[in-house]
């Protein structure tokens, strides 16, 4: 079982950047793949990134480039270091851990068991 703990969030502007942190409690967290996914106002929830067990990463286009996610097992924490913001940006940012041991469809809400109540950030102009 793994509990996680969003922090980070706050308000920045455009060309900002920011960096989110995922607290992780519980044994074996080094056997979850760990993603980060956000969600706007109205909008559904939508993948940003995942890194699993080996340190392979995956990106959605939006954020590849900007964005870099990382774990530090001995810690317990997965972040989301966040370059450039955009407005776009802005949305309530959830980590989530998968206990998988293949996570065969890493942007898909569904491959991810455990979730944190979530961190906000907003990016003005």
């Known amino acids: 079982q793994v509990h996680l703990v969003e922090s980070g969030g706050g308000l920045q502007q455009t060309g900002d950047s920011l960096r989110l942190s995922c607290a992780a409690s519980?044994?074996?967290?080094?056997?979850?793949?760990v993603g980060w996914f956000r969600q706007a106002p109205g909008q559904a929830r939508e993948f940003v990134s995942t890194?699993?067990?080996?340190?392979?990463?995956v990106y959605a286009d939006s954020v590849k480039g900007r964005f870099t996610i990382s774990r530090d097992n001995e810690k317990n924490m997965v972040y989301l270091q966040m370059n450039s913001l955009q407005p776009e940006d802005t949305a309530a940012y959830y980590c989530?851990?998968?206990?998988?041991?293949?996570?065969?469809?890493?942007?898909?809400?569904?491959?991810?068991?455990?979730w944190g109540q979530g961190t906000q950030v907003t990016v003005s102009s």
């Open positions: 519980g044994r074996t967290f080094e056997n979850y793949a």
């Open positions: 989530a851990a998968s206990s998988k041991l293949i996570l065969g469809q890493p942007r898909s809400l569904g491959s991810y068991g455990y």
């Open positions: 890194i699993r067990q080996n340190g392979n990463t």
